[in-house]
């Protein structure tokens, strides 16, 4: 069933005390939309973030994870592991996994594969590079990013899939897609999924935009009919910031 989501990926960002007090100034922000709210903390802050939002309407979701169950991975966390502290979702995918840790959308597809085998929800990311969109090519590399990662799938599975889609030059450039781009590109993703997995999926499919939303630009987004929530960076690391984009619906 489509949703209203916001969530916040803090990236490389909090340690253990300033988590502890952002999540403490969260904690008292009025939500008055029905978005519901995520946080995505760094794997260290995890267990803590879960602990402290327990009684609360913000779930803590992971920001990356490995597609192996266990082994020789050096550095690197499991599903399982997620899951026995109680996360249920993960963000794979983001941009930022693509560009400096060579994630490609086979090694994505086995990602959101494990993911789903531990019943996790995903919340899968991807988005054009400026020189696409220059060259005309956005929908074309939007359309190649969801069907290698996902299109093997049942269409059961995407009950379980929240799409994030996140043009790579909006990221933490205070650029943003105008709500007008950010429109056409969800009408186009929604149509992608139509055309394999027919009305229902499509229509049921949460869509976020992530890239520079902001308080003073998240009303206009947000009231796209397509636009489902948003994928926050900079932004989700101010309490009071945050908080005006979830009560921006
Ligand atoms: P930004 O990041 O809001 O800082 O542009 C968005 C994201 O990377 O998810």
Redesign the pocket.
Same mark, same amino acid.
């Given at each position: 069933m489509r949703k209203h989501i916001v969530a916040g990926?803090w990236?490389m960002n909090n340690g253990l005390i300033q988590t502890e007090s952002l999540i403490a100034e969260l904690k008292t922000k009025q939500k008055t939309s029905d978005a519901e709210v995520m946080i995505a903390p760094s794997f260290t802050n995890l267990w803590h973030a879960f602990e402290s939002t327990r009684q609360h309407d913000i779930e803590v979701v992971a920001q990356n994870m490995h597609f192996s169950e266990k082994g020789a991975y050096t550095g690197e966390v499991s599903a399982g592991m997620l899951k026995s502290i109680g996360i249920k979702t993960v963000i794979l995918g983001?941009? !930022?996994r693509r560009a400096y840790f060579n994630e490609t959308d086979e090694s994505l597809a086995k990602k959101v594969d494990t993911a789903l085998a531990h019943d996790m929800r995903v919340i899968f990311?991807f988005g054009e590079e400026l020189s696409d969109r220059k060259a005309g090519n956005e929908e074309a590399v939007v359309e190649s990013q969801i069907k290698n990662a996902l299109f093997h799938l049942e269409a059961d599975a995407f009950k379980h899939i929240v799409l994030?889609y !996140?043009p790579v030059w909006? %990221? =933490?450039?205070g650029e943003t897609a105008s709500p007008e781009q950010a429109q056409d590109m969800h009408a186009f993703i929604r149509k992608t999924l139509e055309s394999k997995y027919g009305h229902t999926v499509a229509d049921d499919m949460t869509i976020l935009y992530? =890239?520079?939303?902001k308080p003073n630009n998240a009303k206009e987004i947000f009231s796209k009919p397509d636009v489902d929530g948003g994928? %926050? #960076? #900079?932004?989700?690391l101010k309490a009071d910031d945050f908080y005006a984009i979830v009560n921006a619906f």
């Open positions: 990926n990236k983001h941009s !930022e990311c994030a !996140e909006a %990221i =933490g450039t992530g =890239g520079s939303v994928l %926050i #960076g #900079g932004a989700s």
